[in-house]
């Protein structure tokens, strides 16, 4: 019953969302023609963006290598791009994974609501931060989901838990880094890599990681990205091709492949993550240093 009532909720809430958007596009079609994104392209990138992303691999940690780089957007709004590009693909994500993994419904809804109430407060200062400020936490961000993906691939995070429910002290250390990860979503900064080792760290089965990662992001991203909405800081043009194109991708990757070896592909996601750190955070200490 609860189970039923939290996928319609996912429902709403993104239903909520999409309103949003497309009532936004409507009203910026001039805006939305002049932007950048290559229409040839996008769906090629947004179906493999989230294909890899159904798997654990950070769509937003592609997304902030690829965007820049292609000149498809700019840093004021990457993370914005980066939160309302990915809002369906992931419930189509978690109306699978809250279905088929099982999971303690508290244990969920507890990191959910402490997520989404992260994400609400986000936006609202994000939208303030200079262009330079947002590529320096961008940056920093990169190095750390790189050292996470590491040290899963060279075992220092055991993944061998078997837990599916959190209780006392535990849940509440859960909660309070879920709210964290829901700011940090705002910033550019992904939680699917930090959520992982938190899960992994607190002993849950691996495996419990995917609906609570997918089912916290699936409520708490299309609160801030209404916020963006609002603001107009985000790519409609991204935004509306990985909604269709993505959705494909996730769906392909659930219903078809189900099971993909990322081992060496996780290798090349670090090599470009620490790159594209290096290149974003050199440039600002150069400038930092030039003589005013």
């Not at 691939?153 to 535990?170: F, P």
């Not at 060496?264 to 290096?278: H, N, Q, R, T």
Request: hydrophobic share 55%; net charge positive; glycine share 8%.
């Amino acid at each position: 019953m609860v189970r039923t009532v939290l996928l319609t909720l996912i429902i709403l809430v993104n239903g909520f969302f999409a309103f949003t958007f497309v009532k936004n596009l409507m009203s910026h079609k001039e805006e939305f023609k002049e932007e950048k994104a290559n229409v040839k392209w996008l769906p090629f990138t947004s179906f493999i963006m989230f294909f890899l992303s159904t798997f654990g691999i950070s769509d937003f940690a592609i997304g902030t290598v690829l965007y820049p780089k292609l000149g498809w957007v700019n840093m004021k709004k990457l993370p914005g791009t980066l939160n309302t590009q990915c809002v369906i693909p992931v419930a189509a994500m978690a109306l699978s994974y809250i279905s088929g993994v099982n999971v303690g419904i508290k244990t969920l809804a507890i990191c959910i609501i402490a997520q989404v109430i992260g994400a609400y407060i986000g936006p609202k200062f994000v939208v303030k931060l200079p262009e330079d400020t947002i590529k320096k936490f961008v940056g920093v961000g990169l190095i750390i989901a790189a050292f996470l993906i590491f040290a899963g691939q060279v075992n220092w995070i055991q993944s061998n838990g078997t837990a599916t429910e959190l209780y006392g002290g535990k849940l509440i250390l859960a909660a309070f880094l879920l709210f964290v990860y829901g700011a940090l979503n705002n910033i550019g900064i992904g939680s699917y890599a930090l959520t992982m080792v938190t899960v992994y760290l607190l002993g849950m089965d691996p495996i419990a990681a995917f609906p609570i990662m997918m089912g916290a992001c699936t409520f708490s991203v299309p609160i801030g990205s209404v916020q963006f909405i609002k603001f107009g800081e985000y790519s409609r043009k991204i935004t509306l091709f990985t909604s269709v194109f993505g959705v494909l991708g996730v769906l392909v990757a659930v219903f078809l492949v189900k099971s993909l070896n990322t081992y060496m592909l996780k290798w090349v996601v670090i090599f470009v993550l620490l790159y594209s750190s290096y290149s974003m955070l050199a440039a600002q200490i150069k400038k930092g240093s030039q003589p005013v």
